[in-house]
């Protein structure tokens, strides 16, 4: 048992280390905080989205926004597209699941709003559809996938793709680069008390 739980760490560790050297993915996150951090500056908001653990790992991320990361200030405005159970339930039933987060953007989301799917394959029907609804509405939009970045590679403004094959690898790291995005994006709008 305990060669299993090292051998698990070891491969987190290995896919940070990955992360870690890749100039052009630590490049684009730093991207992505400073797109956030200027729609936030505008008076805009970040909508997050994914289904199962991405959905998941998308509600962790707006509430570290919403509510504080590192230390106490104002909100900054964030939501998670999979947390109304009515209004999930009724866009599926009524229209299908794979419209489930572009309807709602055309509901919520304005121009200079960003918007980050989060999919560990990087084909997510929903979350595909959601980045068109974007781009008609100028919403910048960000993927968070896995190595090859799916078809969502070819549909957001950008990709950042984590170098794994293995869902829980790729979720772990999705975290990571959610936190260090969290982490500038607050640094920026707020000084540290």
């Not at 936190?179 to 500038?184: A, E, F």
Request: proline residues 1%; glycine residues 8%; aromatic residues 6%.
């Amino acid at each position: 048992m305990k060669n299993t739980i090292q051998k698990t760490i070891n491969e987190s560790v290995s896919v940070k280390q990955l992360l870690l050297n890749d100039d052009v993915t630590l490049s684009k996150i730093e991207t992505v905080a400073k797109k956030m951090i200027d729609s936030y500056k505008e008076g805009h908001k970040t909508m997050f989205a994914g289904n199962g653990g991405s959905a998941a790992d998308s509600q962790h991320l707006a509430a570290e926004l919403v509510n504080r990361f590192c230390f106490d200030r104002d909100g900054i405005p964030a939501l998670a597209l999979s947390t109304d159970s009515s209004v999930v339930t009724s866009i599926s039933n009524d229209y299908g699941y794979d419209v489930l987060f572009s309807r709602q953007i055309k509901a919520l989301g304005n121009k200079g709003d960003v918007f980050v799917g989060i999919s560990t394959s990087g084909n997510s029907e929903n979350i595909i559809n959601a980045f068109r609804v974007c781009k008609e509405k100028e919403i910048f939009t960000v993927g968070l996938t896995g190595e090859t970045g799916g078809k969502m590679a070819q549909e957001c403004d950008v990709c950042l793709c984590v170098p794994s094959k293995v869902t829980a690898r790729i979720q772990e790291s999705h975290i990571l680069i959610g936190h260090i995005i969290c982490g500038l994006v607050e640094n920026a709008l707020f000084e540290k008390k």
